[in-house]
Nanobody, 119 residues
C-alpha cells in the first residue's frame, strides 16, 4: 500500500505563488508515475501534471509555463510549484501515485489540499 499526504495549499491573490508537497510512504518502491489532479466545485477532476519515475513530465495546457512539477526521490516527496496563479486555478488539489507490484497496477490518492486564488 501507498499513503500520500498533501500540504501547502492556502489562500493567495491573483498572480501569487504556492508550492504543494506530496509525501509518500508505504510501498514507495513500487511507485511509477506520480501526478497532481484538481477538482473545482461542480467540475470533474482533471489532470494538472504528472512526472514519471525517470523524470519525464507532462502538463495540462492551462498550466503550462506557470506550474512546475518535480520529485525528490530521496525524500519520497513530489512538489507542484504554482506561479502566476489565477482565480480559475481555485480547486482542491489531489496527489496521485500509480504503483506496480509484480503485474498488479494500483492507484492511490491523497486527501486533497484546498487552493483558493482571490481576484
Amino acid at each position: 500500500q501507498v499513503q500520500l499526504v498533501e500540504s501547502g495549499g492556502g489562500l493567495v491573490q491573483t498572480g501569487g505563488s504556492l508550492r504543494l508537497s506530496c509525501a509518500a510512504s508505504g510501498s514507495i518502491f513500487s511507485i511509477n508515475t506520480m501526478g497532481w489532479y484538481r477538482q473545482a466545485p461542480g467540475k470533474q477532476r482533471e489532470l494538472v501534471a504528472y512526472i514519471t519515475s525517470g523524470g519525464g513530465t507532462n502538463y495540462a495546457d492551462s498550466v503550462k509555463g506557470r506550474f512546475t512539477i518535480s520529485r525528490d526521490n530521496a525524500k519520497n516527496t513530489m512538489y507542484l510549484q504554482m506561479n502566476s496563479l489565477k482565480p480559475e486555478d481555485t480547486a482542491v488539489y489531489y496527489c496521485n501515485a500509480k504503483a506496480v507490484l509484480t503485474t498488479t497496477l494500483s492507484v492511490h490518492w491523497g486527501q486533497g489540499t484546498q487552493v483558493t486564488v482571490s481576484s
